[in-house]
């Protein structure tokens, strides 16, 4: 599967990485890291958006943890959209 992470429209926002880890969960109190921690760059030439791939994963649950950003001091995604494998 894979999970896509959007900033808000291109000509808002500036080139900028962010890096952040993925977990997964199947009953929203025990999660397990699927992906990260990595740097993914949000990039307005391709639209702002990441593609976090990962290896099949049984889940109801995801958690992203963003612990750096070179944009701003803070956590920023506008949109999660998650795909099954």
Do not use: C
């Amino acid at each position: 599967g894979r999970v896509v992470l959007k900033l808000p429209p291109s000509t808002a926002w500036e080139r900028r990485t962010q890096t952040l880890s993925v977990q997964a969960s199947t009953n929203g109190s025990s999660f397990s890291t699927v992906a990260g921690p990595g740097g993914y760059t949000f990039d307005p030439a391709s639209g702002n958006a990441v593609t976090v791939n990962l290896s099949p994963v049984s889940a109801r649950y995801v958690r992203i943890t963003v612990t750096g950003n070179t944009g701003w001091p803070a956590a920023q995604i506008g949109e999660l959209e998650v795909y099954s494998g």
